[in-house]
């Protein structure tokens, strides 16, 4: 029997990121790699950083590699070796349930069985209105979808951003068991205010300031 292939791994060296005068890392070298939490005060730079994880936003200075079982990930199909759920990202507001995940699908494979973004869905206890738009849904539904299409896209790494968002108890319980899920298969990175509503069970922390 074959060994499970390593989980992909964001490796830092001497990296600086600003945000105009703000200064998130200085000559910082970390590995991720795994479960991670990135934690900080509000304002210190998680969204930020889950953004240059995630091949949208360039160090300033410095280098940030990405390696996954088949070798380093190049800048070109870099966004497309990772899934992401975050404030800063919007769902297609004028498509329906079907159409969202049907046009996700144009660009994006999903995984299998129990783990499809379609069975995702379904076990997060979304019910909308079939002919109802997504701009017209409630914060906790579009939320709902959002995380199922993350967690359930074929990916390398995983990157949510404050993911209990808009959630309630029900659904954070939901979310918290498909994230161990896709632990075992992705690198899964969490950028929270909350560690314990949020955080990965023995996730690695990555702390700013």
């Given at each position: 029997?074959?060994?499970?292939?390593?989980?992909?791994?964001?490796?830092?060296?001497?990296?600086?990121?600003?945000?105009?005068?703000?200064?998130?890392?200085?000559?910082?070298?970390?590995?991720?790699?795994?479960?991670?939490?990135?934690?900080?005060?509000?304002?210190?730079?998680?969204?930020?950083?889950?953004?240059?994880?995630?091949g949208q936003l360039?160090?300033?200075?410095?280098?940030?590699?990405?390696?996954?079982?088949?070798?380093?990930?190049?800048?070109?199909?870099?966004?497309?070796?990772?899934?992401?759920?975050?404030?800063?990202?919007?769902?297609?507001?004028?498509?329906?349930?079907?159409?969202?995940?049907?046009?996700?699908?144009?660009?994006?494979?999903?995984?299998?069985?129990?783990?499809?973004?379609?069975?995702?869905?379904?076990?997060?206890?979304?019910?909308?209105?079939?002919?109802?738009?997504?701009?017209?849904?409630?914060?906790?539904q579009q939320q709902?979808?959002?995380?199922?299409?993350?967690?359930?896209?074929?990916?390398?790494?995983?990157?949510?951003?404050?993911?209990?968002?808009?959630?309630?108890?029900?659904?954070?319980?939901?979310?918290?068991?498909?994230?161990?899920?896709?632990?075992?298969l992705s690198t899964?990175?969490?950028?929270?205010?909350?560690?314990?509503?949020?955080?990965?069970?023995?996730?690695?922390?990555?702390?700013?300031?």
């Amino acid at each position: 029997m074959s060994s499970p292939s390593p989980l992909a791994s964001f490796h830092a060296t001497d990296l600086e990121l600003r945000r105009g005068r703000r200064l998130i890392w200085e000559d910082a070298s970390w590995t991720v790699q795994g479960a991670t939490t990135v934690v900080g005060a509000n304002g210190q730079g998680k969204s930020s950083t889950l953004r240059m994880l995630a091949g949208q936003l360039a160090p300033t200075s410095g280098t940030l590699s990405f390696h996954a079982a088949d070798g380093e990930v190049s800048v070109e199909t870099w966004m497309t070796r990772c899934s992401v759920a975050a404030p800063w990202l919007s769902l297609p507001g004028h498509l329906t349930l079907d159409e969202a995940m049907s046009f996700h699908g144009v660009y994006r494979t999903p995984r299998r069985g129990a783990l499809h973004w379609a069975a995702l869905v379904q076990a997060s206890g979304l019910r909308v209105d079939p002919s109802l738009p997504v701009s017209q849904w409630s914060s906790g539904q579009q939320q709902r979808l959002m995380l199922a299409l993350a967690l359930g896209t074929e990916a390398d790494a995983v990157l949510l951003d404050e993911p209990a968002s808009n959630l309630d108890e029900v659904g954070i319980q939901w979310m918290k068991a498909q994230m161990t899920a896709v632990q075992a298969l992705s690198t899964v990175v969490v950028a929270t205010n909350d560690e314990k509503k949020e955080g990965l069970q023995g996730a690695s922390l990555l702390r700013i300031g």
